[in-house]
């Protein structure tokens, strides 16, 4: 079974300036998350999209920060403009046991963001 | 609140059985999770934990989980090389959307 993809894998920008990241999930996985972790810390929710709608964006800075899965697959992040305390890497998980206590995580590898 | 502590670094020698230690928060967690990551890769899942188990046994690896003092603890027995990485505790509370709480990570060094 194929796990989480994630790309690109790297990415430096200049503060101020755009970026996206793409997520493919495990297959069938109607639940994906987007984590942010910065250096040296745990992994910390932006957001959780069950099937193609929001379910917890708490966390999620809305005024740079945006997130779609508009068919209930695949998933992008956008930051726009960037910041310097935007560096970490952004990870992607998906799981298949929707609203199950049971409903266990996937990660994909990540894409490590540099901010300069 | 929700808050997870683990210890920042841990260090044994080859064979030698590592314990990484973990604290949580909140009461009503229902699950909770070991994870390694090792360097420039995601998360791995290792083991969890049902929150009314005391104990579960996977391999080489022991999770205890003392509920009343809220501290999970993963035991990996006969430490190898290849066991070096960073461990991450997570709590699942319960009422949440499947939202995981993550420790900041204990660095694991095994020597020769």
């Known amino acids: 079974e194929a796990g989480v993809a994630q790309s690109p894998r790297y990415k430096i920008i200049e503060k101020r300036q755009s970026v996206a990241f793409w997520c493919n999930p495990i297959s069938g996985h109607a639940t994906l998350y987007w984590y942010q972790q910065i250096l040296g810390q745990g992994p910390k929710l932006l957001i959780q999209f069950q099937n193609n709608g929001v379910v917890d964006d708490s966390q999620l800075p809305k005024d740079r920060f945006s997130a779609e899965r508009l068919k209930g697959v695949d998933s992008t992040l956008k930051i726009q403009p960037a910041k310097l305390e935007d560096s970490a890497v952004y990870l992607c998980?998906?799981?298949?046991?929707?609203?199950?206590?049971?409903?266990?995580?996937?990660f994909g590898p990540g894409t490590r963001l540099t901010v300069l | 609140g929700e808050d997870v502590e683990q210890s920042l670094f841990l260090s044994v020698r080859e064979g030698d059985s590592s314990v990484i230690n973990c604290t949580y928060t909140?009461?009503?967690?229902?699950?909770l999770y070991w994870y390694k990551q090792e360097p420039g890769a995601g998360l791995q899942l290792l083991t969890y934990?049902?929150?009314?188990?005391d104990m579960k046994q996977d391999q080489r690896l022991t999770v205890l989980l003392n509920k009343k003092d809220k501290h999970l603890s993963l035991r990996i027995a006969d430490t190898q090389t290849g066991d070096s990485a960073i461990y991450f505790c997570a709590e699942k509370p319960s009422g949440g959307y499947n939202k995981l709480i993550f420790g900041a990570g204990t660095r694991l060094a095994v020597h020769p």
């Open positions: 998980a998906s799981s298949g046991l929707a609203g199950r206590p049971s409903d266990t995580q996937y």
């Open positions: 909140d009461s009503s967690s229902t699950y």
């Open positions: 934990i049902f929150s009314n188990m």
